[in-house]
């Protein structure tokens, strides 16, 4: 009779665990392929051949890119050498990237980038935040950026125990931002599970040397974050359930959602459009082909534009789509001046005139 029960239990268990396998399937968009949309004056970035994950875009033109971000489960070109930050000028007739050298006794081998942001103080100082993975912990750098021989000053590690699988930070201050938390499993193996089981426990936080709080919390798993370019608003990527939340800030920095814009896709990190205020969302249309890496049947990218934020029927529309072959697993689009920026988690990163 035992071993009746102990088949059963496991017949159960097997059909179970099938049905959700099955159901997260579905859910990362496992077959779906994409139609290409590429604008005609395109080219690659010669430098960045290990992902650009974020992008910030100074007033002036100057754009900031990390890469090389070492992410569990996560595919990576060059696994032994540390993440670096680069800088271009989009003002150039053909912009290149170079890397920006970082002083002030950092520890630039462990430097593993994710997230960024910018802040410019009131004397137009301009601070790079960080969100690095250093061991595969997180934490929050400051840099000053020194622009006459362009590199970045090392100057303060944030550390807190709420700044846990941090992936993106908007900062609206001195030392005060908005973070996310993608994973609430800090291990691997429960992460993936916690993926599997479509746990909605992660958050948003507010950090400021005075305080630190949960200011929105429920999200699947919060992937990239920005604000308005009034600061009134906040926008978040949850990534696994394939939407925007379109959040109001209060004074206290607290956040109420105000609405959620379904995209079906994977949606990364966001920018807003300068001239527009339109988000730019760089999306991942066939994550699982990311969690499952072929070279032969690569992961494609996806960049969308949402109008209309704050409108009842926000308008979506591709600004590009490509199956892989030019563009892999891409995770962010940032523009300026009629340009655009598209970099991925872990491959190239292209430039393209609209």
């Known amino acids: 009779m035992g071993k009746l ?3 059963v239990l496991l017949g159960v268990g097997l059909s179970l665990g099938g049905e959700m396998f099955l159901a997260f399937r579905e859910r990362v968009n496992a077959s779906r392929e994409v139609e290409p949309v590429e604008p005609e004056n ?20 100057l754009a900031f890119i990390s890469s090389g971000l070492k992410y569990p489960g996560m595919p990576n070109f060059a696994p032994d050498e540390p993440g670096k930050i ?19 006794g950092f520890d630039k081998e462990s430097f593993n980038p994710h997230g960024i942001s910018i802040f410019i103080d009131q004397d137009n100082t301009v601070y790079l935040y960080v969100v690095n993975h250093p061991h595969m912990k997180s934490t929050v750098e400051i840099f000053k950026f020194e622009e006459q021989q362009p590199s970045l000053v090392y100057l303060k590690t ?27 499993f800090t291990n691997s193996f429960l992460s993936f599970f916690e993926m599997i089981l479509d746990l909605c426990w992660t958050y948003v936080l507010f950090y400021s040397p005075r305080e630190v709080k949960v200011v929105a919390k429920g999200f699947c798993s919060a992937n990239g974050i920005t604000v308005s370019a009034d600061q009134k608003y906040v926008y978040v990527a949850d990534i696994a359930a394939k939407n925007i939340h379109i959040m109001e800030k209060h004074d206290n920095w607290d956040l109420t959602q105000l609405k959620v814009i379904q995209l079906g896709t994977f949606v990364d990190n966001l920018t807003v459009d300068p001239a527009t205020g339109d988000i730019l969302a ?59 920026l598209i970099g991925t988690v872990f491959h190239k990163t292209l430039y393209c005139e609209l």
Do not use: W
């Open 158 to 184: 944030i550390k807190h125990e709420l700044l846990k699988s941090v992936n993106d930070i908007a900062v609206l201050g001195p030392e005060q931002f908005y973070a996310t938390r993608d994973h609430y």
């Open 86 to 104: 680069f800088l271009m000028d989009l003002n150039e007739q053909n912009p290149r990237a170079q890397t920006l050298e970082i002083s002030g």
């Open 282 to 340: 760089g999306c991942h249309p066939n994550p699982m082909k990311l969690l499952n890496y072929n070279p032969e049947d690569p992961p494609g990218s996806e960049v969308l534009r949402i109008q209309n934020v704050l409108s009842e029927k926000p308008r979506v529309s591709t600004v590009y789509a490509n199956n892989g072959s030019v563009l892999q697993g891409t995770s962010v689009a940032s523009v300026y001046h009629g340009k655009i």
């Open 42 to 61: 395109c080219r690659l970035i010669e430098e960045l051949e290990s992902g650009s994950e974020d992008i910030d875009i100074l007033p002036s033109g």
């Open 5 to 7: 029960v102990a088949l």
